[in-house]
């Protein structure tokens, strides 16, 4: 089951007044496809859409208004329901009762109070989508015309979530891509269930990401180690050649056998490891001792070579 079959599932748990049945009805018929004076027709693909619509129809309706339904099979092997009301009688009937005019709008007089999110719901349930959050966080109404998508962006906006648009081939898109706000426009609709897995998912990839964000961290450190350490050991295998360890102060011989003898260990590493031991800092103050001795004797090979 995809997150937007569960999202559906929620909402449908919480249609359990006659208020809340008008609403979401008025959600999905405003919503559907097509709606003309002789015609109403919604498609879904959603077993759970295809589970509530007929229901909510006889319910608020009963056989006033007659419904066909059609199933169509997909190649992919889902199935596109089709629900028909032609009957130019009950299509004025719920045109009437609805207060939609010829250009379908959202009217205010069909959401009595408290039922704001649940028609909503019913807008979801026909024509929202919402991603795998473990992909992406975004969360989209398709509107059948541009009407009724800056009617919804209205609602929206009220309860306090700020969609954007956009233009698709044959309708128009409100969305959101805000995790916070998706979450909150969840639990409007009244799918909290949805919204607390949607958190589980965002917490497991914040610590994910931080995780990674740390190896990456990590890894770069040991690189750093690594090259500080090879130009270390260059520098004294410069010094070898020349005169040889035997002419350094002991505290940099020493330092200078536990390099050759270590090469990928860390400054911190080489200092607990000396004789005497010293900090970070200290170590690094004697390889730059031996980085100069080194320089000096590379600027005269230089000068050799000159000659």
């Given at each position: 089951?995809?997150?937007?079959?569960?999202?559906?599932?929620?909402?449908?748990?919480?249609?359990?007044?006659?208020?809340?049945?008008?609403?979401?009805?008025?959600?999905?018929?405003?919503?559907?496809?097509?709606?003309?004076?002789?015609?109403?027709?919604?498609?879904?693909?959603?077993?759970?859409?295809?589970?509530?619509?007929?229901?909510?129809?006889?319910?608020?309706?009963?056989?006033?208004?007659?419904?066909?339904?059609?199933?169509?099979?997909?190649?992919?092997?889902?199935?596109?329901?089709?629900?028909r009301i032609r009957s130019r009688e009950a299509v004025g009937r719920i045109r009437s009762m609805f207060h939609?005019?010829?250009?379908?709008?959202?009217?205010?007089?069909?959401?009595?109070?408290?039922?704001?999110?649940?028609?909503?719901?019913?807008?979801?349930?026909?024509?929202?989508?919402?991603?795998?959050?473990?992909?992406?966080?975004?969360?989209?109404?398709?509107?059948?015309?541009?009407?009724?998508?800056?009617?919804?962006?209205?609602?929206?906006?009220?309860?306090?979530?700020?969609?954007?648009?956009?233009?698709?081939?044959?309708?128009?898109?409100?969305?959101?891509?805000?995790?916070?706000?998706?979450?909150?426009?969840?639990t409007f609709m009244g799918a909290q269930k949805a919204t607390l897995d949607l958190i589980d998912i965002k917490?497991?990839?914040?610590?994910?990401?931080?995780?990674?964000?740390?190896?990456?961290?990590?890894?770069?450190?040991?690189?750093?180690?690594?090259?500080?350490?090879?130009?270390?050991?260059?520098?004294?295998?410069?010094?070898?050649?020349?005169?040889?360890?035997?002419?350094?102060?002991?505290?940099?011989?020493?330092?200078?056998?536990?390099?050759?003898?270590?090469?990928?260990?860390?400054?911190?590493?080489?200092?607990?490891?000396?004789?005497?031991?010293?900090?970070?800092?200290?170590?690094?103050?004697?390889?730059?001792?031996?980085?100069?001795?080194?320089?000096?004797?590379?600027e005269e090979e230089c000068h050799g070579q000159g000659k």
């Amino acid at each position: 089951m995809s997150f937007s079959d569960n999202v559906r599932e929620c909402i449908r748990n919480t249609i359990n007044d006659q208020d809340r049945r008008f609403a979401c009805l008025y959600g999905m018929l405003l919503y559907g496809r097509t709606m003309t004076e002789e015609e109403i027709c919604l498609k879904s693909e959603s077993e759970t859409f295809h589970a509530v619509f007929p229901i909510l129809m006889k319910t608020v309706f009963g056989a006033a208004v007659p419904l066909a339904i059609e199933d169509k099979p997909r190649k992919d092997g889902s199935m596109l329901h089709i629900y028909r009301i032609r009957s130019r009688e009950a299509v004025g009937r719920i045109r009437s009762m609805f207060h939609i005019g010829e250009e379908r709008r959202i009217d205010l007089r069909n959401l009595p109070m408290n039922s704001t999110g649940i028609f909503l719901g019913g807008v979801f349930l026909i024509c929202g989508t919402i991603t795998d959050p473990e992909k992406d966080y975004h969360l989209e109404f398709t509107a059948p015309t541009e009407a009724l998508c800056n009617d919804l962006c209205d609602i929206l906006l009220s309860v306090g979530v700020h969609p954007n648009v956009t233009k698709r081939q044959y309708a128009y898109a409100a969305y959101l891509k805000n995790s916070e706000e998706i979450g909150d426009l969840l639990t409007f609709m009244g799918a909290q269930k949805a919204t607390l897995d949607l958190i589980d998912i965002k917490i497991d990839k914040e610590v994910k990401n931080r995780v990674n964000r740390l190896n990456n961290c990590d890894m770069a450190n040991i690189d750093k180690v690594i090259s500080a350490a090879a130009r270390q050991q260059a520098d004294i295998e410069v010094i070898v050649r020349h005169d040889g360890l035997g002419k350094l102060t002991p505290e940099l011989r020493e330092l200078a056998e536990l390099r050759l003898d270590n090469p990928h260990l860390s400054l911190q590493d080489i200092g607990e490891m000396l004789e005497k031991p010293i900090g970070r800092s200290g170590v690094n103050h004697r390889f730059r001792k031996l980085s100069a001795i080194a320089a000096q004797y590379r600027e005269e090979e230089c000068h050799g070579q000159g000659k």
